[in-house]
């Protein structure tokens, strides 16, 4: 393996310009460039190696994961982890783990966003008990201004504000992940009190029930008319 330089991509600026409940961070474009540079660099670092296991930390990695690993153009492996949101007690659990074995291989956890760090943190220790031919950590975000706990990043590709993000891949109470484009929201406790308050931003319609339009039904004929 090469080694590891600095990896962030620079600070991006987050101004709120309009009246909108959320305001464009990070646009597509920017993303696809960015990542495909990170793409570039990691697949140079393995090149001369055993495929590296890229690790997902669901749900919020997978586009970022999708995009990163179509940018490495070499061989990779790919799997998944879930870690349960850290309670008061800061304790983390892992509710869905590997299916390959590490142990020997070179690993590399892919993460939508390091922000007080804890997640990362327990992540890094538990693999690193696997005993990993070495390991390394890249984020699509970093909100250094959060971290509570040091915390090894070796890539990042956004550094942040303390924002909160949504979009690519972030959620809010489980929606706007498939939102193209990152946009940090304006108010959070407005977005708590009202959780679809963007999608008439990102999505432009109405719901259904507003409009008095009935629940989606599948096309006559197809044998799943209820
Ligand atoms: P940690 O605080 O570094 O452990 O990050 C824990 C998790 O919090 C991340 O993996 C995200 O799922 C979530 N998170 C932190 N900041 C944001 C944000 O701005 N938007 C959406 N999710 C976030």
Redesign the pocket.
Known sequence: MGTVDSGSGGVIGGRFASELPAELLIERGELARRIGELGATLAELYRADEPPVLIG?LK?STLFLADLMRAMHIHVVVDFMS?S??SHSGV?RIVKDLDEDVRDRHVVIV????????????LRKTLQQRQPASLMAVTL?D?TA???IPVALEYSAFEIPD????GYG???QGFYRNAPDILA?RDVARLANDPRLLIAQLFGAKRREERGLQPPQPPLGSGLEG
């Open positions: 930390v919020g870690i949101s850290y983390v993460e939508d966003i390091v922000d007080t760090g804890l997640t990362l943190n327990y975000l909100k959060r971290r509570i924002v909160f993000v949504v972030l959620d809010f929201v």
